[in-house]
Structure formats: structure tokens, C-alpha cells
DNA sequence: CACGTCTATTGACTCGAGTAGATCGTGCTG
DNA sequence: CAGCACGATCTACTCGAGTCAATAGACGTG
């Protein structure tokens, strides 16, 4: 409550490039070229003065003023519909560690599943000269195309659809679902269910492809699809709908994890088992996942590698390079609320 | 996969003041008076041809000039410990949507719990002219005096102890804690354990003083206490702990939902049941813990006004304010994991 | 010894915006 | 009508760092 007296800021006295300089006993110049390698020589006796004249001084760069002369921040803008569910979370976690490791920071933006947010958002971005977007929801076309102009990289995260004009990272959607599928048909499963998530833009999802290919595969031309939101709480709402039917679907496919923690939880306040009344596999693969009740059987995303070639496509491009789709294959991952080992994890 | 061809970004032509000024026939400083809101007054007519002239040529000011300028990026820090876990994304979401309410950008940095990544992150922020920090790890005083010697302002959040020379928010800690412990004392409890996190700093977090001091109000002198990291895997390790020791307490404390979450886990697995085996109040409040079985009771910390209140402790603070410590109350929330309701959520 | 070569260093301009101080009218007052 | 006040506008300098063209030495060579 009391606060201590003295403690109040010294207003310690900027230290800039001159100041440097002046006691180096050399100009400003030879000063930046030390600090950057910069694009001529510095004689190594001379070099060393101004370091040591820069530690003694503490002189740390202005980022603005090299931001203003350069055009470049070293930053990395990532927007993202709500950081609070946990797969926007660790993609931004993994795309922070990456920027970092290129020594670029990351203006993290939450759109809260607006298209209006978002766009204000992006356009606070360009205005603070970022060198780079991660977006991880579908803006329409205009918008990227003034990132473009702007000289703005920007990187589609999470995204399905192959789209021109910009660079798109995501996991290989159709492929793993079908084999998902059909691991829950290697349970005997044959009445298999989709809840599947409501994408702001109109892509058809391929997850949704993928499901319908594995049934198509198995013989089985119906299937019940139940569309929620992309969340918990959709997916509480589709377990609900999904245990209303009758005949009741012996497995379900669910594209995220978290809508599967709400569809788990529909389950167990029915009194129901999983994977004994219903068999479960979702996509993702987040660490919720593995510490929920029933552990969820997932298809796992390379988050880190993504993020990492996200990174790569923005930092590492030419100016005039052509955009590019990645698709990175996922894993399987096995656990119980498939049917999987009943002991262990 | 193929490019199309023709979208390559046309490096449109950098619109400056200095455009504005042209097209609408007057000097850039008017341009610069008319955008701030300027120290001076532009005459009506003016000024709508100035608006006219933005709008025309799109201009945008350049937030690194201004920033360079005025000493001030309108950008706040954010450093946390690991943004993927869900506690410490929803402060974040909480804090950038109120820092985005009063025009400022949020640089988010996760220091995966390490001293000197959070180290380099707060030099970083310093050399990027953030105008504020937000902390929720303890860094040792000499790293907080120098960001407030760089003229940062410091906001530690989620904090429990007092601290001179700092802005510090954080829950009620030991009252609310009290408050669980004794709910849970109303269900017919008496041998009530504690699971504390580990915290990296070495102040006696509040949690426990205050699960002691409800004990000592129920005559219970003797509890057990279960060290563990502040995450779901530690919870769950504190659960196989928790469970192998006789005789086992019929009820627990928990010091974050995420341990929470694990110690379930390990609950589950062994087969036993919550709240019939073991009882179960948690502290935070975040969203997994209403989405996960049995739903969970738990302390909710009013995360959206703490964050409300630091944006303000940064953004409203005069020059040499002195710091002050702000305390929230938070609101129990009864789920079924302590024995409330055994029906609705 | 004069001249060219090469390297280290410097001075000066630039990026784009904020703003103090000078300037220009206009209109009012004595 | 001169003098003054006041509002609108402009000129010019500044923030801190990057970098080019110019300069100053140092060295070697014919």
C-alpha cells in the first residue's frame, strides 16, 4: 500500500548514437557500422573502442528511428479469432518462438470472430510497418490484396483451401481425416458421425471430404453431419443433438479438439461412456487434449513446423517470389477415447 | 500450387504528408494538425479539403516516424510465462482487448519459463519504445528498476505480494482461498489437502496461508500439502501423489485449474470418482474449467477488469506516479466437482 | 619523390511526422 | 486610417539511425 519513497524513475538521460560516438572519439557513422556489421569496415582497434564505449554507456538502439530509416520493424503481426481457445494459443506460441529465433517480436491481435475487428486490426498493422502477417481465419480477397500492395508478407495459418496470391500454410486436412475414419472403423465402427465446425468463410471444410470419402470407403454412402461453432460450447451444444438421435451413431468425427471437450462432457453429463456408447476421434491434436477424460484420440497437427515455415515464407522471401500452398501430413495419435489401450496413455 | 501470375504486389508509391499537403494545397503541418487533432486550430474549410485529400490518396501516417518522434510507440509488452496455457491466454486476450480500446497495440512475448528468455524479451520491448510492460512471472528487482529507469511502466499482474516500486494486480488470494476451503468444509470435509504450485520467485504464494488459516478455523491443525509445477502435468502427477497416500484426504484444494485438470485426470484413471471419492475446488476460473468432467468448482479472478485496471495503471499514469498495489475480489463458482448440484452445469 | 590504390573515417543528407516560432491576413478599435 | 490583436498558415528544425559521397591517411611502386 505504501509506496516506498525513492524509487520513483530517474529519468535516466537517453543515450543515443552521439553519445557514443563522442566517447568513442569516433563519428556517428563508424558507430552504426559497428552495431550492424554495417555495410562498410570498421578497423578492428577502432571497433573496439565503440564497444566498449557502448557498454559502458549502455546505448541500446532505437528501434523507431531504424524502423523509420529501414521501413522495416523486425515485426511480426499475428491476428487470430480468440486467443483464449487453445489451438489459436499454441499456434501462437509456436509462431512467437519462431519470429524470435529470427529476431523479430509479434503484435498479437484477437479478433474475437469479427470480420470488422480484424480488419482494423490489419490496418493497425500496415500503419505500424510490420514485415509480416499471420492470419488464421479467411479474409476476403481485397483486404490481402492491400496487405500486398502495402509490401505487407502475409501467411494464411490453418488454412485449407490452395489460394493464389498469397502464401497458405496448413495441415493436409482430407488425407488425415479419412485415415482417422477409418481407424474408428477398425473398432468395428461403421454408423460414423461428423461434428463439424462453421468456417466464417464459405470454403467447404475437407475435413469434411475426407470423412465422407473414408464411409464412401467403407460402403457406407450416410452419414450424419452435426455443424456447430468452432468451440467448446458448440461442441457441448452438437454432443447434445448427437445423443438425441435415434439410431445413435456408434463413433463420431470432430474437427477440433475443443469442440470433442465439449462433446465429451455432453456425453458424461448424459451418464454415457466414451468410447463404449460412443467412440471419439478429433482433430488437432492440442495439449488438452491428452488431459481430458476420456485422453482423446486426435489427428495431430505440426504445429511447430508450421509455424516455423510461416516464419520462413515471410522473412526468407524475395520481393517478388510467388505465393505457395504447404500442406503438412499429421499424425495419429491413439488413445482411449477411441477404443484404444484401455490401460496405459 | 500455381501462382497466378499477375498479383504480385505492386509496390504502390509511399503516400506521405508531404502528398497530402500537395493535393490539397497547403503545408504539411496543417496535414499534421488536421490528423492530431493538432496543438492548433485548422479553419473548417481547410480542414475538409485536408480530410478530402487523405481520403483520396489513402494515406496512413507512419506510426515509426510518429513513434520516433514523440518517444512513444503506442505499443504495450506483454511477457508471460507460456501462452499456451490457457490461464495465461485469457489475461492476454483480456489485456490486449483492453489496450486495443484505447488505440494501443499488444507485443506479446512468451518466455517459456525461463529467466533469460523473459530477460531478453523485456530488453527487447525497452529498445522497441514500448510505453508499458505487463508481467506475470516475478523478475528480480534490478530487471523492474531498470525498465522504470527506462521510463517503461510496469504492471505486474497476477501478483499476490506487495512490491514497492511497482505496479502490481493481482486476486484476493488468501481470502477467497479461505472461502473454497471452507465450502468445501460445508460438504462435511475435514481432511482437506492443498496442491500449491511451485512459484519460480521465492514469496510464499497467499494460497496457502490461506487454506491454513481455514483449517485452523475448523480445528484442524495438521493438512497435507502436494508440491507441483503450475500445469496440468503437474497436477497430474500431484494427483498419483495425492492418491497413494493413507489415509487419503477426502477433499483438495487446487492452486490453478490447470493442475486441476490433471489431478482429475489421474483421479479418473485410478477409477475413483469427483466429488464422491475425492472433492475438488480449484482457483482461476478460466473456461476449460467448466468444460471439463465433473465440471469444476473454482475461484474466478476477474480477469477482464484486473487487465482493464493495468491498461489504466500503464495508459492513465502521470510522470511519477507512485505504484500501488491493487487487490480484486473474486466470486466463488460451485460446479459439481466440490458436491454442489448434481444435475444442471 | 610523385602518384595511384586502398582502407578507414567523416560529414551530411534522408526517412516521415510533430511542433515552435515566424508570417500573413483580417477585422476591430481609437 | 494607423495600430493592434488574433486566428490561420507556413517555414524550418528536430527526433535517432542508415548510408553514400567525399576525404584523409597509409602504403607501395615506378
Known amino acids: 500500500m505504501v509506496a516506498m519513497p525513492d524509487l520513483s524513475a530517474s529519468p535516466r538521460p537517453v543515450i543515443t548514437r552521439k553519445d557514443v560516438a563522442r566517447l568513442a572519439g569516433v563519428s556517428t557513422a563508424v558507430v552504426s557500422y559497428v552495431v550492424n556489421g554495417g555495410p562498410k569496415n570498421v578497423a578492428p582497434a577502432t571497433e573496439e573502442r565503440v564497444r566498449q564505449a557502448i557498454a559502458a554507456l549502455g546505448y541500446r538502439p532505437n528501434a523507431a528511428a531504424r524502423a523509420l530509416k529501414k521501413g522495416s520493424s523486425q515485426i511480426l503481426g499475428m491476428v487470430v479469432p480468440k486467443i483464449s481457445n487453445p489451438f489459436f494459443a499454441s499456434l501462437a506460441e509456436a509462431v512467437e518462438q519462431a519470429a524470435e529465433e529470427q529476431g523479430f517480436a509479434m503484435l498479437l491481435a484477437d479478433s474475437r470472430d469479427s470480420l470488422t475487428v480484424e480488419r482494423r486490426h490489419l490496418r493497425n498493422f500496415i500503419d505500424r510497418q510490420v514485415d509480416g502477417v499471420f492470419l488464421c481465419s479467411v479474409l476476403v480477397q481485397p483486404d490481402i490484396q492491400e496487405l500486398r500492395e502495402r509490401g505487407v508478407r502475409t501467411v494464411l495459418l490453418n488454412f485449407s483451401e490452395e489460394s493464389p496470391s498469397v502464401d497458405a500454410i496448413g495441415p493436409e486436412f482430407a488425407e488425415s481425416t479419412r485415415r482417422a475414419v477409418e481407424h474408428l472403423a477398425s473398432h468395428g465402427h461403421r454408423d460414423i458421425a461428423l461434428v463439424m465446425g462453421l468456417t466464417t468463410g464459405n470454403a467447404p471444410d475437407r475435413r469434411e471430404g475426407g470423412w465422407r470419402a473414408a464411409l464412401q470407403g467403407l460402403g457406407e454412402s450416410e452419414g450424419r453431419i452435426f455443424r456447430c461453432t468452432f468451440d467448446r460450447q458448440g461442441g457441448y451444444e452438437a454432443g447434445k443433438q448427437f445423443l438425441a438421435v435415434t439410431p445413435r451413431p456408434t463413433a463420431v468425427f470432430i474437427s477440433s479438439d475443443q469442440q470433442a471437450i465439449g462433446f465429451l462432457r455432453a456425453v458424461q453429463e448424459a451418464g454415457l461412456s466414451v468410447p463404449d456408447d460412443v467412440a471419439v476421434m478429433a482433430f488437432d491434436g492440442s495439449d488438452e487434449a491428452e488431459y481430458c477424460?476420456?485422453?482423446?484420440?486426435?489427428?495431430?497437427?505440426?504445429?511447430?513446423?508450421?509455424?516455423?515455415?510461416?516464419?520462413?515464407?515471410?522473412?526468407?522471401?524475395?520481393?517478388?517470389?510467388?505465393?505457395?500452398?504447404?500442406?503438412?501430413?499429421?499424425?495419429?495419435?491413439?488413445?482411449?477415447?477411441?477404443?484404444?489401450?484401455?490401460?496405459?496413455?
Open 293 to 345: 477424460w476420456p485422453p482423446l484420440s486426435t489427428v495431430r497437427q505440426p504445429v511447430k513446423e508450421m509455424a516455423e515455415a510461416g516464419v520462413r515464407a515471410i522473412i526468407g522471401a524475395e520481393r517478388d517470389e510467388p505465393s505457395r500452398n504447404q500442406v503438412f501430413d499429421c499424425e495419429l495419435i491413439l488413445r482411449r477415447s477411441c477404443g484404444c489401450h484401455a490401460e496405459d496413455s
